[in-house]
């Protein structure tokens, strides 16, 4: 067998338990996530590079302001997604935030992104 050619490995039946486990877990967020009406979609990124802690202790400051904003909770899911160059940034849906509006959302951020 050479570099080239493609190697197959099989997962043990723990390992192929634990990834049904995932996709079960995964398709049961997509589902959630499908059924709530979001008021934003938002992507969130850095003026300089951060690491993952650092990013989401922006993002809880963030959601304050928000919270402040809105005159309330607002309910959101995130993801946090390693880029190009291993920069973070975060994908955000928010509900509550129709208040706001887009150039809210925005204003909140300035100071991070």
Same mark, same amino acid.
């Given at each position: 067998m050479t570099d080239k050619?493609?190697?197959?490995?099989f997962l043990s039946q723990a390992e192929a338990r634990t990834v049904r486990q995932a996709f079960v877990a995964w398709r049961g967020w997509g589902e959630w996530l499908a059924e709530v009406p979001w008021d934003h979609v938002v992507t969130l990124t850095f003026k300089y590079p951060n690491g993952?802690?650092?990013?989401l !202790?922006?993002?809880r400051t963030?959601?304050?302001r928000v919270e402040q904003r809105a005159d309330g909770r607002i309910q959101w899911y995130c993801a946090l997604e390693y880029g190009g160059g291993g920069r973070v940034h975060l994908h955000v849906v928010m509900k509550g935030t129709a208040v706001i509006g887009a150039y809210g959302l925005k204003a909140a951020w300035? !100071?991070?992104g």
């Open positions: 050619e493609p190697r197959i490995s993952s802690d650092a990013a !202790k922006c993002f963030w959601m304050r300035s !100071k991070f």
